[in-house]
């Protein structure tokens, strides 16, 4: 439009239809100035007047009639009685969108003029340097979009869409919600916006969004204006069934509930409230007040689609004073749900206690007004800010940002019997309370299709225990893949970031969720292995007891007294020792069974090859006693023969006593060989005090094996030395190869190949210098003679 500031341009129309609900806004602020201007308690004597403008929800318009309050122009579509004072504004009630209120307070702000809006949620607005005269009776969208953040993590859905009205209301209020979603850990699959004015391939572009994406949980931050075109678009080719989550712009408007397959939908709207007389007053509509209001006069003419008076066509049907408001079905006479209007009610009491506060003074006995005061707007506007009053049993009351504490119900949209939906009020949300204690339900809620299984809205299903979670590459954190924990590691709780190794001594289930101890593992008598070793070790030592008394029997026989018999005892005995020593590597190791297995050992064994080295050199002196003029048996008589195994034996004492007093073996848990379970073994101590143990016994062989191969020709018919050369070919042959298999062996298996090593050298021994004279003794009795034993070749 061409203007050539020379004449007044032409007003402003407004387009489209009437909006039912916001005329009953605007007729609940003529009840409740009606009801103030009739008590005798506020502002007694003094009589409020108001104007109504209609913005028609545009903001060229809404600035228009913005210019005409400040400057007193009329013409305005609704008035109140006659007033003594010309009608300068000292405050306005509106408006119902943020984004008029926006740019209203910026006009009006500047004059001091307190704005109180019922319905204006921006987060925005709380801004006082923008805004320093702004207040309102309905709650900051800061404080509805934490509210739907801690709802949606209430019930588990990480992954959602998002829709909102492109105005101040919708991109605020989303960037509030999306910004306190994020800190839930709530991620957003798309969020999209749109406008009533924005072209119909906008609108289908956001419901094809819809249709196509994988959340199941859509939060709404619109205007029911915006939402209504959207949701007529998805009812053309519905999307697969989406969870509903809306702000209260719309999620309390009855004229939603048309939309049966939002049935399940829930969000936070303004506390339903009772006014008394209200519904009355609305319903009081006779033909005179409605003629005289062009407002009312369109909203009649809507309702009935009948046209008053002059307005009437030809064609048309013609209103004739029949038309029963009381029966009709709009937002108008709906009163059931009185949430918003309740905020209208409520700023205008507010505005009539800052004008009481200001011109009225309260005694013990009366309120006197002075009438006669002419009050400026901002002395009302200081008013406001102290304002703290209670009606109807709700509060209200500014802070420092104008904004009144945060109350909401939860709101579920739920199928009725009959099929319809209605509004259930099924929890509560009070920013007053502690943190934590917010937010509460009270009643069962229905969901999508009248489900009563919470849906699952997800982006990936949570990882269980034993896993964690790996985010997928480009995508938000709530998309993630489960990985099996590493080996080592647990997860014990559901959608775990990372996995944590057990303890040394634990080790993960199957399942990889709980550290169990590790099995203990040890050489023990009830496994077969076990069993099997201590069966011949004890049948070892019961063939050495059964040796000794075949030998016993027969200690006279010749064979017997043939090469020191004392010696063959006491092998006979040691060998014994040996056998039985072995038991002492099965079994957990403790602290007296580690010294006791080596120690033994090593003495053991000692004694066993001092005995052998002893007969070795009794053959070869006996051999060498023979030749004429030798008398060296004088020399290795059976004192000096004991000697011998004494002292050989001695030096291993001695090792052994300087082992075990500067570093003994002990019992230690072995974690190092396998990682799912630990190997209770015997530690060394001093490697070097073992080695020098098997060291000695194996030079104290060697020695007895060379100077059995000395004495294995000699020309005797009954040559022990023989016997003796085989028994420590064995004997060496076996602690030779025990050396890499000790060293390579794991576990339980390292006492397994000792313990093998300690039987085969000992039946080594038993069975090549005993078993060859017990079959004489037993079985070949006439060659146990002198005879046949002196017999040359």
């Keep these: 439009m061409m203007h050539n500031y020379t004449t007044m341009p032409e007003s402003q129309k407004c387009t489209g239809s009437i909006d039912s609900r916001e005329l009953r806004f605007a007729r609940a602020m003529v009840f409740t100035i009606e009801e103030i201007n009739n008590s005798t308690e506020l502002l007694p004597g003094i009589k409020l007047g108001y104007q109504i403008h209609d913005s028609c929800t545009s903001v060229p318009v809404m600035m228009h009639v913005t210019f005409q309050l400040t400057n007193s122009l009329d013409p305005v579509f609704y008035t109140g009685a006659n007033c ?125 969004v819809i249709r196509r994406s994988t959340a199941v949980v859509i939060v709404a931050f619109t205007a029911s204006a915006e939402l209504k075109l959207l949701l007529e678009e998805l009812s053309l080719k519905p999307s697969p069934p989406r969870q509903w989550i809306g702000s209260e712009a719309w999620v309390t408007n009855q004229d939603m509930l048309k939309f049966s397959f939002c049935a399940g939908a829930i969000g936070f709207g303004i506390q339903k409230s009772v006014i008394p007389g209200l519904r009355e007053f609305l319903l009081d509509l006779s033909a005179t007040k409605v003629a005289s209001s062009p407002l009312l006069t369109e909203f ?39 949430r918003v209007t309740n905020t209208v009610y409520k700023a205008v009491y507010a505005i009539a206690h800052a004008i009481h506060n200001t ?49 909401y119900e939860l709101v579920n949209w ?59 590459k480009g995508k938000p954190i709530c998309c993630y893949d489960c990985i099996p924990c590493p080996e080592g590691e647990i997860s014990n709780a559901i959608d775990s970031l990372d996995c944590f190794p057990c303890p040394k001594e634990f080790w993960p289930n199957a399942d990889g969720d709980t550290c169990l101890p590790k099995p203990v593992e040890f050489l023990s008598f009830d496994e077969v ?12 030592a019961c063939l050495a007891i059964v040796t000794a008394a075949v030998f016993f029997h027969h200690r006279t026989s010749p064979i017997v007294r043939a090469n ?60 060498k006693a023979t030749l004429p003029g030798s008398n060296v048996m004088k020399w290795f008589g059976p004192p000096q023969q004991r000697m011998t195994v004494v002292s050989f ?14 570093s003994p073996p002990f019992p230690m848990k072995n974690l190092r060989i396998y990682k799912k379970r630990i190997i209770l073994e015997c530690a060394l101590g001093s490697a070097i005090g073992f080695w020098a143990v098997l060291g000695y016994i194996g030079l104290l062989a060697v020695f007895c094996l060379v100077l059995a191969l000395l004495a294995r020709k000699l020309p005797d018919n009954f040559n022990e030395a023989k016997l003796i050369t085989f028994s420590m070919l064995i004997f060496c042959a076996v602690w030779i190869t025990f050396i890499p298999a000790y060293v390579s062996s794991p576990g339980k298996f390292t006492v397994a190949v000792e313990i093998f090593a300690i039987l085969a050298s000992s ?7 005993f078993a060859p004279k017990c079959y004489i003794i037993l079985f070949k009795p006439d060659k146990n003679t002198k005879k046949h034993l002196m017999n040359k070749n």
């Design 763 to 769: 039946f080594g021994l038993i069975l090549c210098i």
């Design 414 to 472: 739920q199928k009725r019997d009959s099929g319809g939906i209605e509004m259930v009020t099924v929890g509560y949300y009070d920013s007053s309370l502690p943190e934590g204690q917010e937010f509460r339900i009270n009643k069962n809620l229905t969901w999508v299709e009248g489900s009563t299984q919470v849906p699952l809205s997800v982006c990936s299903d949570s990882c269980p225990p034993g896993t964690r979670k790996m985010l997928q």
């Design 529 to 540: 292995l076990g069993i099997i070793l201590a069966a011949f070790s004890g049948a070892g």
């Design 84 to 208: 003594s004072q010309s009608g300068m504004v000292k405050a306005i009630v509106g408006e119902s969108g943020s984004t008029p209120s926006i740019s209203m307070s910026r006009i009006i702000g500047s004059f001091n003029i307190p704005q109180v809006s019922h319905f204006a949620t921006c987060a925005c607005l709380s801004d006082k340097q923008q805004f320093p005269s702004f207040f309102r009776t309905i709650p900051s969208d800061q404080f509805q979009a934490d509210a739907l953040a801690k709802l949606v993590k209430h019930f588990g859905w990480t992954w959602i869409g998002a829709v909102r009205s492109d105005t101040d209301y919708g991109n605020n209020g989303m960037a509030s919600f999306l910004d306190a979603a994020q800190k839930e850990g709530i991620c957003v699959e798309y969020s999209e916006s749109f406008h009533r004015a924005h072209p119909h391939s906008r609108i289908q572009r956001v419901a094809d």
């Design 649 to 662: 034996t001695f030096i291993q004492v001695l090792i052994c006593t300087i082992w075990l007093g500067l």
């Design 564 to 623: 020191n018999s004392e010696l063959s005892f006491l092998l006979l005995f040691s060998l014994t020792l040996c056998f039985l020593c072995s038991l002492t590597f099965i079994g957990a190791p403790s602290d007296w069974s580690c010294r006791l297995r080596h120690t033994a050992f090593g003495i053991t064994f000692v004694l066993c090859i001092s005995c052998v080295l002893g007969k070795t050199i009794v053959v070869l002196m006996a051999f």
């Design 359 to 407: 011109v009225c003074q309260d005694t013990q006995y009366k309120t006197q007004c002075d009438k006669l005061t002419r009050i400026e707007s901002k002395q009302v506007f200081t008013q406001l800010k102290k304002v703290n009053f209670s009606k109807n049993g709700y509060n209200v009351s500014f802070d420092a940002n104008g904004d009144p504490v945060a109350r």
């Design 300 to 338: 009649w003419e809507d309702a009935f689609n009948c046209r008053m008076g002059k307005s009437a066509a030809r064609d048309d049907s013609v209103c004739d004073g029949t038309e029963d408001i009381k029966t009709l079905q709009d937002p108008y006479t709906d009163t059931s749900q009185l």
